[in-house]
């Protein structure tokens, strides 16, 4: 069975340690990590501006790809909350990394919660999995019930 790509949103100033650490959470819920900051990094640099411009180009048609965004860190910054309305214009799964590992708890029956890297449930401000496509990670989003 192919796995549903999931684009990682993190603040700019992430570590590339913390990305990876993201992208191995989610690969262990099941989904292929699409980390635009941790590979594109590898050749571009955000300081030249046409390379900067070129790794936002990059970024984007990445997360047009993707089946989810996935929202990874404590705070949104300026970057994450375009990344998040991207998202939402393509009417991609938009939910958190918490979100992720419930929804997998709930469907395993295990705990798999990542609290070194998850948003506090009180300060999500995007849509998640559990508001309106429950099932949405088997499939096609599909409209709540």
């Known amino acids: 069975m192919d796995k549903a790509f999931a684009y990682i949103c993190a603040s700019e100033e992430a570590a590339s340690r913390l990305l990876r650490r993201y992208c191995k959470k989610i690969f262990e819920l099941g989904y292929v990590p699409i980390c635009p900051q941790l590979s594109e990094s590898q050749y571009l640099s955000p300081d030249n501006p046409e390379e900067r411009k070129a790794m936002h180009e990059i970024s984007r048609q990445k997360l047009a790809r993707c089946r989810m965004l996935v929202v990874c860190g404590r705070e949104i910054t300026g970057q994450m909350s375009v990344e998040i309305g991207a998202a939402e214009k393509h009417h991609l799964i938009c939910t958190t990394l918490e979100g992720l590992a419930k929804i997998r708890e709930a469907e395993d029956g295990t705990s798999s919660l990542c609290h070194f890297c998850c948003i506090p449930p009180s300060t999500v401000s995007v849509a998640?999995?559990?508001?309106?496509?429950?099932?949405?990670?088997r499939g096609a989003p599909r409209s709540p019930a």
């Open 128 to 137: 998640s999995i559990a508001f309106g496509y429950p099932n949405a990670f």
